[in-house]
């Protein structure tokens, strides 16, 4: 069973950073596609960004391309987030998620395995 838990999340000043991070237990994350959505009280959740098994394709939600940049290594069982200058409308609890077999896809209902979040706060 895979087991996947976020890091990396806290309070940040507009246009600070942070690099979330999605570590996974149980299972090689070698054989997932890995994406990262986000929820913010009241509103659905989004898809951010999904990476391929190899990071040799990568997608980005209009929202965040060009801010936002998915990553993964494979040794370390971990994929990350890097999020640069962030806006106070990123504000939100963030979550990676692994789908299997391995492609990226829009749909959250087809992603089979979920971390719990960690949440990012943009705020002055």
């Known amino acids: 069973q895979l087991q996947l838990v976020e890091s990396g999340g806290g309070l940040v000043q507009p246009g600070g950073s942070l690099r979330l991070s999605c570590t996974a237990s149980?299972?090689?994350?070698?054989?997932?596609?890995v994406g990262w959505f986000r929820q913010a009280p009241g509103k659905e959740r989004e898809g951010l960004s999904c990476i391929t098994i190899n990071g040799g394709s990568t997608n980005y939600a209009d929202s965040v391309k060009g801010r936002f940049t998915i990553s993964r290594d494979n040794a370390k069982n971990t994929a990350y987030l890097q999020m640069n200058s962030l806006k106070p409308e990123d504000t939100a609890e963030y979550h990676c998620?692994?789908?299997?077999?391995?492609?990226?896809?829009?749909?959250?209902?087809?992603?089979?395995?979920w971390g719990r979040g960690t949440q990012v706060t943009v705020s002055s």
């Open positions: 998620a692994a789908i299997y077999p391995p492609r990226c896809v829009r749909s959250e209902y087809e992603y089979d395995y």
């Open positions: 149980g299972v090689s994350l070698d054989y997932f596609a």
